[in-house]
């Protein structure tokens, strides 16, 4: 199957700093790929999608301007987390379709994100 | 947009029963339903799918149904192992939108 990679996995930070998580495609091209959130025993929310090329697509209730989402390759999408606070804390997990027919999306590692 | 409802959110079998988790969509224009498993702290991975165009699928002791005029899809776990317990979600999408939505997820516990 197709491989999702997410860098890093796990992140402690400063409340106020910002921070990067890179999600790639490693034997497939993504044109898009999706970012969710998940919090504990919860289930996963989509956050965002990912245009290759093109600005993200944010779903209601994400800032945008606090989520920055950048898809600059076939292969790569980052999300960073600005002026990051201690409710910013989470489970990141990015996703990308291997098929645009069959629907099916492969899930990277995930990022666990802590602000103190 | 669409809507997954999934019960029940925990569920604890005996060893070697079966379980069933079940989850019902709001837009009938779904017509891809994945089942993830999910352990602690690792990411989601597909046991199981299927399409609009399919009533049921099994792959070994996993099955999944699907009905579409009720607009409900159900996975089936027989013959439970201690493995099997996780967090598992159920999804659906639309044509031609690779977006999920999730339902709320079931925790399974297969008790020894």
């Known amino acids: 199957g197709a491989v999702v990679s997410q860098h890093p996995s796990w992140v402690i930070c400063k409340s106020g700093t910002s921070v990067k998580i890179e999600c790639r495609s490693l034997?497939?091209?993504?044109?898009?790929m999706f970012w969710y959130r998940q919090f504990p025993k919860q289930s996963l929310m989509l956050m965002a999608t990912?245009?290759?090329?093109?600005?993200?697509?944010?779903e209601q209730g994400v800032e945008k301007d606090k989520f920055l989402i950048n898809h600059a390759s076939l292969t790569l999408s980052t999300l960073t987390v600005t002026s990051a606070h201690p409710e910013d804390s989470s489970f990141y997990i990015c996703?990308?379709?291997?098929?645009?027919?069959?629907?099916?999306?492969?899930f990277g590692e995930g990022s666990r994100l802590t602000v103190l | 947009g669409e809507n997954v409802e999934q019960h029940p959110s925990t569920l604890s079998v005996q060893e070697g029963d079966s379980a069933v988790i079940k989850c019902t969509y709001s837009?009938?224009?779904?017509?891809?339903f994945p089942w993830y498993k999910q352990e602690l702290g690792k990411r989601p991975q597909l046991i199981i799918d299927?399409?609009?165009?399919?009533g049921e699928k099994k792959d070994q002791r996993i099955a999944v149904t699907l009905n579409k005029t009720a607009k409900h899809f159900s996975l089936h776990i027989t013959e439970t192992q201690p493995e099997d317990s996780a967090v598992y979600f159920c999804?659906?999408?639309?044509?031609?939108?690779?977006?999920?939505?999730f339902g709320a997820g079931t925790t399974v516990t297969v008790r020894a």
């Open positions: 837009d009938s224009a779904s017509n891809y």
């Open positions: 299927i399409r609009s165009n399919v």
């Open positions: 996703s990308a379709a291997l098929d645009a027919l069959a629907g099916e999306l492969f």
């Open positions: 034997d497939f091209q993504a044109t898009t």
């Open positions: 999804a659906a999408s639309i044509p031609w939108d690779y977006k999920l939505s």
């Open positions: 990912s245009n290759e090329g093109s600005k993200a697509t944010y």
